[in-house]
């Protein structure tokens, strides 16, 4: 979520569109997304502390390369690079978490991924203020030690778990056919859909808000840093809260309860001007972080544990390599002057994935 906050000082070092600045962004969640489905395999194969140091380490690696070079060939490059990285470690998360917390999935799941909310909160204003202060590449080049130590206090600190097969061991090409075939069950098909729309809409706000905030609200770019780090913040809260309610009362009361309150907050968007009354309505848009402990919680569920990772790796690649498209489609948009109108179309996505929830069957697990 750093990248959002430099993006204008790419757009004005590369010369790049809001369309291709989009691009970028869609680029770096499309790797993330290919690479998903070998991670998941990987994840059922090896010990995930493995998986998590070495995507943090090659993402650090990416990082240090796009602000060391002044090249847009590079830069895209890096970028891809960074999300291949990435991908390796959403998986190997939920799957160790699901083998540490096996009755209490949603709630240990809600609760690291509000941790991840605190670094999304702090980071982009502290990049917002190094970019200001000294270039974007400091902006977003402090993160890369950071990653390093995280992945060997990851490694270090997390217990060692059992694989469901033995190091090594390839998984068959046909094992992997088959949870394709999984998705045939109708709850699981509804979720891959619902899935792929929460990112296409999550992708396409996070990517343009800080910019959205600076051009047409006319906000500082330190304002707008802010106001994008309150949006993670207010998933701190929302995300074991959303967690345990999947825990208590299942997926879909409490995947309607944090998504409707966004499509109010996107219709208000445009409307709006004033800082404050702003700051409510990010608040608004912002319960809908709490889908990610909901609905990961419900994939892991539905696989048994010698698929879980292929599983969620056939899910979340499909699902979010559709829904990298929203950051380019989004920018395309704004290009041709209909920021607000955007915004618009988001909530009345949103009210689809709504619609799809109450409608869903239930997946046989």
């Known amino acids: 979520m750093v990248l959002p906050v430099v993006l204008p000082y790419l757009q004005t070092t590369y010369g790049l569109s809001l369309s291709v600045a989009g691009l970028l962004v869609s680029i770096l969640w499309l790797f993330g997304s290919i690479g998903q489905l070998p991670a998941g395999i990987l994840a059922d194969r090896y010990d995930e502390r493995k998986l998590m140091l070495v995507g943090t380490t090659v993402v650090a690696i990416a990082v240090g390369v796009i602000v060391a070079s ?7 490059l890096a970028t891809a690079v960074w999300g291949l990285g990435h991908s390796l470690y959403p998986i190997a998360r939920i799957t160790i978490l699901s083998n540490l917390y096996a009755e209490r999935l ?9 941790t991840g909310d605190i670094g999304q909160t ?14 974007w590449q400091a902006g977003l080049g402090f993160v890369a030690p950071l990653l390093l130590l995280g992945g ?6 997390v217990p060692a778990q059992p694989s469901s097969g033995a190091d090594g061991q390839t998984q068959s090409l046909g094992d992997t056919l088959a949870v394709f075939g999984e998705l045939r069950n109708p709850g699981l098909g509804f979720m891959a859909g ?6 296409f809409i999550w992708q396409s706000f996070t990517a343009f808000y800080p910019t959205y905030l600076t051009t047409v609200k006319g906000f500082s770019p330190a304002v707008s840093s802010l106001l994008f780090g309150f949006f993670f913040a207010v998933g701190v809260v929302v995300k074991p809260v959303a967690g345990a309610s999947y825990d208590r009362i299942g997926m879909r009361g409490s995947l309607v309860a944090v998504l409707l309150p966004s499509v109010a907050g996107f219709l208000l968007l445009p409307l709006l001007d004033n800082l404050w009354l702003l700051v409510g309505v990010t608040a608004l848009i912002s319960t809908m972080l709490g889908s990610g402990a909901v609905t990961q919680s419900y994939l892991a569920d539905s696989f048994s544990a010698e698929k879980q990772g292929t599983g969620l790796g056939v899910v979340r690649t499909t699902s979010a390599t559709l829904g990298a498209g929203g950051p380019v489609v989004f ?9 607000d109108q955007g915004y618009v179309a988001l909530a009345a996505i949103m009210a ?14």
């Not at 002044?70 to 895209?76: E, G």
């Not at 619902?194 to 990112?199: D, G, Q, S, T, W």
């Not at 920018?331 to 920021?339: E, I, K, L, M, S």
């Open 152 to 157: 060997v206090v990851l490694y270090v600190a």
């Open 122 to 135: 702090v980071l982009p204003p502290i990049a917002a203020a190094l970019a200001a202060a000294v270039a």
């Open 352 to 365: 689809g994935v709504i619609l799809l929830t109450l409608v869903m069957p239930q997946a046989d697990s």
């Open 194 to 199: 619902i899935l792929f729309l929460y990112i």
């Open 70 to 76: 002044s090249s847009a060939i590079v830069l895209f």
């Open 106 to 114: 949603g709630s240990a799941l809600g609760v690291t991924m509000a």
């Open 331 to 339: 920018g395309v948009v704004a290009d041709y002057g209909y920021f």
